[in-house]
């Protein structure tokens, strides 16, 4: 039976997400200056307590991927616009986030507001050491526009402040709800009288169901999105051996990669992939992947909760989206079987050496009022971090079985793995090692010591800035 939509609002709200988000992070250097109170700013009041130039030409990147970026014309935008008529909004919508802004970063002609997502997205620690990352503070202890009679930080589901913090300063926003796991079709599940598998065995069993009917049991995109079975190896690694095994990661550990919970999960994906997969996936990008998924040419594809609306002009009625968490490896695992990933995801951030640095700490926080929110979840199909407005919305299959997948995990959550915007260089390295074991062309234990060698090597590296958390 569907939850209501108040059960829904229950299950994707603060208790479930607070654990596994919370964080603490440290340094030993002192943050990197972020001047947002400029010489453009106004006087502030109750009605602009930002201190907004209402003159002043506003622009704003949107990384129109799965998302697209129509929700940021249509609506926060539009809100700007409202709210500031005499002021210019400049868009931009690119879908090559790095190489678009790097240049003009180094150069110092930034925009204000930067939705930093994507294969390409900014290296976050990087822009911090610049001093170009400005802090949302002043966001965070503002108004809310959907509550008013709350600070913008006490309306945001749990984790999503903790995910704020560089060098223990809030500086990105996280607007999004996510759930990472396995996507399935479960339409052809129930024509097929297939069982979603619990354990390694049954999902090795099904592999055999699927490879009779000419199907793949799974499959990633190996040209723009090995970062997708990059989080699918982490998190399977969390379930063997809890969520201490990501900690160590992103706290650039002793041996964190080549820990045995890592091995096992590694080796069976890489078994996985050889018994049941197909290399010509290997080949494809995102999009033409999650088509052949589409077609039921996949049973299970490792992605986020945003899937449902990046294909939604190509979903057959035939296909009815469903989340799975990933099953268990061994007897043994820390994690049960329920045990899914849910953080927070779709970075934005303030320019600090912008134009209008007050003007993207407000458009921010008009993404977080009422209007901004639940349109962009009507527009998108994605929870934001705003609690408290769901309630009336309609919402999708995808986003109902989400609800009953966090419901079953409870308080068995995966937590998210940070050594993506901590370490970048990292996160890109472990995205070719991916494809390599998938491929074959490594082994697990290879890939755990290539992937310990390049920790080490950033460990060492006294220029880099280390991050460390504690849960």
Same mark, same amino acid.
């Given at each position: 039976?569907?939850?209501?939509?108040?059960?829904?609002?229950?299950?994707?709200? !603060?208790?479930?997400?607070?654990?596994?988000?919370?964080?603490?992070?440290?340094?030993?250097?002192?943050?990197?200056? $972020?001047?947002?109170?400029?010489?453009?700013?106004?006087?502030?009041?109750?009605?602009?307590? !930002?201190?907004?130039?209402? &003159?002043?030409?506003?622009?704003?990147?949107? *990384? $129109?991927?799965?998302?697209?970026?129509?929700?940021?014309?249509?609506?926060?935008?539009?809100?700007? /616009?409202?709210?500031?008529?005499?002021?210019?909004?400049?868009?931009?919508?690119?879908?090559?986030?790095?190489?678009?802004?790097?240049?003009? =970063?180094?150069?110092?002609?930034?925009?204000?507001?930067?939705?930093?997502?994507?294969?390409?997205?900014?290296?976050?620690?990087?822009?911090?050491?610049?001093?170009?990352?400005?802090?949302?503070?002043?966001?965070?202890?503002?108004?809310?526009?959907?509550?008013?009679?709350?600070?913008?930080?006490?309306?945001?589901?749990?984790?999503?402040?903790?995910?704020?913090?560089?060098?223990?300063?809030?500086?990105?926003?996280? +607007?999004?709800?996510?759930?990472?796991?396995?996507?399935?079709?479960?339409?052809?599940?129930?024509?097929?009288?297939?069982?979603?598998? /619990?354990?390694?065995?049954?999902?090795?069993?099904?592999?055999?169901?699927?490879?009779?009917?000419?199907?793949?049991?799974?499959?990633?995109?190996? #040209?723009?999105?090995?970062? +997708?079975?990059?989080?699918?190896?982490?998190?399977?690694?969390?379930?063997?051996?809890?969520?201490?095994?990501?900690?160590?990661?992103?706290?650039?550990?002793?041996?964190?990669? &080549?820990?045995?919970?890592?091995?096992?999960?590694?080796?069976?994906?890489?078994?996985?992939?050889?018994?049941?997969?197909?290399?010509?996936?290997?080949?494809?990008?995102?999009? #033409?992947?999650?088509?052949?998924?589409?077609?039921? %040419?996949?049973?299970?594809?490792?992605?986020?909760?945003?899937?449902?609306?990046?294909?939604? %002009?190509?979903?057959?009625?035939?296909?009815?989206?469903?989340?799975?968490?990933?099953?268990?490896?061994?007897?043994?695992?820390?994690?049960? +079987?329920?045990?899914?990933?849910?953080?927070?995801?779709?970075? *934005?951030?303030?320019?600090?050496?912008?134009?209008?640095?007050?003007?993207?700490?407000?458009?921010?926080?008009?993404?977080?009022?009422?209007?901004?929110?639940?349109?962009?979840?009507?527009?998108?199909?994605? !929870?934001?971090?705003?609690?408290? !407005?769901?309630?009336?919305?309609?919402?999708?299959?995808?986003?109902?079985?989400?609800?009953?997948?966090?419901?079953?995990?409870? %308080?068995?959550?995966?937590?998210?793995?940070? =050594?993506?915007?901590?370490?970048?260089?990292?996160?890109?390295?472990?995205?070719?090692?991916?494809?390599?074991?998938?491929?074959?062309?490594?082994?697990?234990?290879? *890939?755990?010591?290539?992937?310990?060698?390049?920790?080490?090597?950033?460990?060492?590296?006294?220029?880099?800035?280390?991050?460390?958390? &504690?849960?």
């Amino acid at each position: 039976m569907s939850p209501t939509r108040r059960d829904v609002l229950r299950g994707l709200g !603060l208790a479930a997400l607070a654990t596994p988000l919370a964080a603490c992070v440290t340094t030993g250097r002192d943050a990197a200056p $972020s001047p947002t109170a400029s010489a453009s700013a106004a006087a502030t009041s109750t009605n602009n307590p !930002l201190g907004v130039d209402a &003159t002043r030409r506003l622009e704003v990147v949107i *990384f $129109s991927g799965g998302n697209g970026d129509k929700y940021a014309v249509d609506l926060h935008e539009a809100a700007y /616009r409202r709210a500031y008529p005499k002021a210019e909004i400049k868009h931009v919508a690119t879908q090559k986030v790095g190489t678009q802004l790097r240049p003009r =970063f180094i150069a110092g002609d930034v925009p204000d507001v930067v939705n930093n997502s994507g294969p390409e997205a900014l290296d976050l620690q990087s822009l911090v050491q610049e001093g170009h990352l400005a802090d949302l503070t002043p966001l965070f202890e503002a108004p809310s526009l959907a509550f008013p009679d709350k600070k913008v930080k006490d309306t945001l589901v749990g984790g999503a402040y903790e995910n704020s913090l560089i060098d223990g300063v809030p500086r990105v926003l996280q +607007y999004t709800v996510a759930h990472r796991a396995l996507w399935y079709n479960a339409k052809l599940f129930e024509a097929k009288g297939w069982a979603v598998p /619990r354990t390694w065995a049954e999902f090795n069993a099904l592999g055999e169901e699927a490879k009779k009917a000419g199907i793949a049991l799974f499959a990633y995109p190996g #040209q723009v999105g090995p970062f +997708y079975q990059l989080w699918n190896l982490v998190y399977s690694a969390a379930k063997v051996g809890g969520n201490k095994v990501i900690i160590d990661i992103d706290n650039l550990a002793d041996g964190a990669w &080549t820990a045995e919970p890592v091995r096992q999960a590694v080796a069976a994906w890489a078994q996985v992939q050889k018994d049941y997969g197909d290399k010509a996936y290997f080949g494809l990008d995102h999009t #033409q992947t999650q088509v052949k998924h589409l077609q039921d %040419k996949v049973l299970f594809y490792p992605c986020g909760s945003w899937l449902e609306n990046e294909m939604a %002009k190509d979903r057959p009625d035939t296909f009815e989206y469903a989340i799975a968490p990933v099953p268990s490896i061994t007897a043994a695992d820390a994690l049960p +079987y329920e045990a899914i990933m849910i953080g927070v995801s779709e970075a *934005f951030f303030v320019a600090a050496k912008g134009k209008n640095p007050q003007g993207g700490l407000d458009y921010l926080r008009m993404m977080l009022s009422r209007e901004g929110a639940r349109g962009y979840t009507e527009m998108t199909r994605n !929870l934001t971090i705003v609690n408290g !407005l769901v309630d009336g919305l309609k919402l999708t299959s995808a986003v109902n079985s989400a609800a009953r997948a966090q419901e079953a995990a409870g %308080k068995n959550t995966i937590t998210d793995a940070r =050594f993506e915007t901590w370490y970048k260089e990292l996160f890109d390295h472990g995205q070719t090692q991916t494809n390599s074991v998938m491929a074959g062309r490594v082994t697990a234990d290879q *890939f755990c010591e290539n992937m310990q060698r390049k920790a080490d090597e950033l460990k060492a590296d006294s220029s880099i800035t280390k991050q460390t958390r &504690t849960v």
